[in-house]
Protein backbone atom coordinates (compact mmCIF):
# COMPACT_ATOMS: atom_id res chain seq x y z
CA UNK A 1 0.00 0.00 0.00
CA UNK A 2 1.12 3.31 -1.13
CA UNK A 3 1.34 6.55 1.24
CA UNK A 4 1.63 9.95 1.76
CA UNK A 5 5.40 11.38 1.40
CA UNK A 6 6.26 13.60 4.06
CA UNK A 7 7.81 17.18 3.32
CA UNK A 8 11.33 15.93 4.11
CA UNK A 9 11.11 13.82 1.31
CA UNK A 10 10.59 16.25 -1.16
CA UNK A 11 12.09 19.49 0.83
CA UNK A 12 15.26 21.26 -0.02
CA UNK A 13 17.88 20.34 2.25
CA UNK A 14 18.82 24.16 3.85
CA UNK A 15 21.79 24.70 6.14
CA UNK A 16 21.46 28.13 4.92
CA UNK A 17 19.73 31.21 6.72
CA UNK A 18 20.84 34.72 7.69
CA UNK A 19 20.84 36.66 11.03
CA UNK A 20 18.20 39.15 11.64
CA UNK A 21 21.54 41.53 11.98
CA UNK A 22 22.46 41.04 8.83
CA UNK A 23 22.51 43.70 6.05
CA UNK A 24 19.96 43.08 2.98
CA UNK A 25 23.00 43.51 1.05
CA UNK A 26 24.55 40.18 2.61
CA UNK A 27 21.25 38.22 2.01
CA UNK A 28 21.04 39.24 -1.28
CA UNK A 29 24.78 37.81 -1.85
CA UNK A 30 24.17 34.90 0.09
CA UNK A 31 20.75 34.38 -2.12
CA UNK A 32 22.37 34.84 -5.14
CA UNK A 33 25.33 32.78 -4.53
CA UNK A 34 23.15 29.88 -4.15
CA UNK A 35 20.25 30.21 -6.35
CA UNK A 36 17.74 30.94 -3.53
CA UNK A 37 14.67 33.11 -3.66
CA UNK A 38 13.58 31.91 -0.09
CA UNK A 39 16.36 32.44 3.00
CA UNK A 40 15.27 31.76 6.75
CA UNK A 41 15.62 34.47 9.09
CA UNK A 42 17.07 32.97 12.64
CA UNK A 43 18.20 35.83 15.69
CA UNK A 44 20.26 33.69 18.49
CA UNK A 45 19.76 30.56 15.77
CA UNK A 46 16.01 30.47 16.21
CA UNK A 47 14.23 30.97 12.80
CA UNK A 48 12.20 34.10 13.15
CA UNK A 49 11.24 34.54 9.99
CA UNK A 50 11.84 34.52 6.46
CA UNK A 51 13.39 36.62 3.36
CA UNK A 52 12.63 36.31 -0.08
CA UNK A 53 14.11 37.71 -3.57
CA UNK A 54 10.99 39.94 -3.49
CA UNK A 55 11.18 41.31 -0.04
CA UNK A 56 14.97 42.79 -1.28
CA UNK A 57 13.75 44.03 -4.70
CA UNK A 58 11.25 45.84 -2.83
CA UNK A 59 13.20 46.97 0.20
CA UNK A 60 15.95 48.19 -2.24
CA UNK A 61 13.45 50.14 -4.08
CA UNK A 62 12.23 54.36 -3.87
CA UNK A 63 11.63 54.83 -0.42
CA UNK A 64 13.05 56.79 2.26
CA UNK A 65 17.30 57.58 2.24
CA UNK A 66 19.31 56.15 4.98
CA UNK A 67 22.44 57.38 6.06
CA UNK A 68 25.35 55.84 4.19
CA UNK A 69 26.16 54.28 7.17
CA UNK A 70 23.14 52.76 8.34
CA UNK A 71 22.24 50.41 5.64
CA UNK A 72 19.41 48.38 5.61
CA UNK A 73 18.88 45.26 7.47
CA UNK A 74 16.74 42.10 7.06
CA UNK A 75 14.98 43.14 9.77
CA UNK A 76 13.81 46.42 7.88
CA UNK A 77 12.24 43.49 5.53
CA UNK A 78 11.71 39.86 6.39
CA UNK A 79 8.56 38.47 7.20
CA UNK A 80 7.75 37.23 11.10
CA UNK A 81 4.99 35.08 9.79
CA UNK A 82 6.65 31.99 8.63
CA UNK A 83 4.59 28.93 7.55
CA UNK A 84 6.61 26.71 9.34
CA UNK A 85 6.47 22.57 10.19
CA UNK A 86 7.59 19.52 11.31
CA UNK A 87 9.78 17.35 9.02
CA UNK A 88 7.04 14.46 9.33
CA UNK A 89 4.41 16.44 7.62
CA UNK A 90 2.14 14.91 5.34
CA UNK A 91 2.99 16.52 1.79
CA UNK A 92 -0.37 16.55 0.75
CA UNK A 93 -1.29 18.78 3.90
CA UNK A 94 1.82 21.34 3.25
CA UNK A 95 1.14 21.44 -0.32
CA UNK A 96 -2.61 22.63 0.50
CA UNK A 97 -2.07 24.80 3.06
CA UNK A 98 0.97 26.92 1.40
CA UNK A 99 -2.13 26.73 -1.97
CA UNK A 100 -5.17 28.30 0.56
CA UNK A 101 -2.31 31.35 2.02
CA UNK A 102 -1.10 32.17 -1.19
CA UNK A 103 2.66 31.50 0.19
CA UNK A 104 5.63 30.08 -1.66
CA UNK A 105 7.36 28.57 0.75
CA UNK A 106 7.52 26.35 3.80
CA UNK A 107 10.21 25.97 6.61
CA UNK A 108 10.94 22.63 7.51
CA UNK A 109 11.71 21.79 11.33
CA UNK A 110 12.52 19.14 12.98
CA UNK A 111 12.84 19.61 16.64
CA UNK A 112 12.45 23.38 16.55
CA UNK A 113 15.67 23.07 14.39
CA UNK A 114 15.75 23.93 10.50
CA UNK A 115 16.58 21.20 8.29
CA UNK A 116 15.56 22.55 5.13
CA UNK A 117 12.86 24.39 3.09
CA UNK A 118 9.51 23.57 0.64
CA UNK A 119 8.95 25.62 -1.72
CA UNK A 120 6.61 25.88 -5.03
CA UNK A 121 9.71 24.39 -7.15
CA UNK A 122 9.94 21.46 -4.71
CA UNK A 123 6.04 21.16 -5.08
CA UNK A 124 6.28 21.36 -9.34
CA UNK A 125 9.01 18.54 -9.07
CA UNK A 126 7.33 16.56 -6.66
CA UNK A 127 4.28 16.65 -9.26
CA UNK A 128 6.30 16.43 -12.52
CA UNK A 129 7.65 12.88 -10.48
CA UNK A 130 4.32 11.65 -9.50
CA UNK A 131 3.12 12.42 -13.21
CA UNK A 132 5.52 10.88 -14.96
CA UNK A 133 5.09 7.65 -12.51
CA UNK A 134 1.46 7.86 -13.01
CA UNK A 135 1.82 8.22 -16.74
CA UNK A 136 5.06 6.95 -18.11
CA UNK A 137 6.23 8.04 -21.74
CA UNK A 138 5.49 5.43 -24.15
CA UNK A 139 8.83 3.76 -24.97
CA UNK A 140 11.36 4.40 -27.91
CA UNK A 141 10.15 2.92 -31.39
CA UNK A 142 6.36 2.57 -30.18
CA UNK A 143 3.39 5.51 -30.73
CA UNK A 144 1.40 7.11 -28.00
CA UNK A 145 -2.08 6.29 -27.97
Aim: aromatic share 4%; net charge neutral.
Amino acid sequence: MKHMPQVIAMMTPFPHSIDLDATLAEARLMMDAHGFRHLPVTSHGRLCGVISDRDLRVASGPGPQRAADAPLRVRDAYHEETYAVEADTPLDVVAQTMAERHIGSAMVTRGGKLVGVFTTTDACRALSRVLRERFPPPSPGTHAA
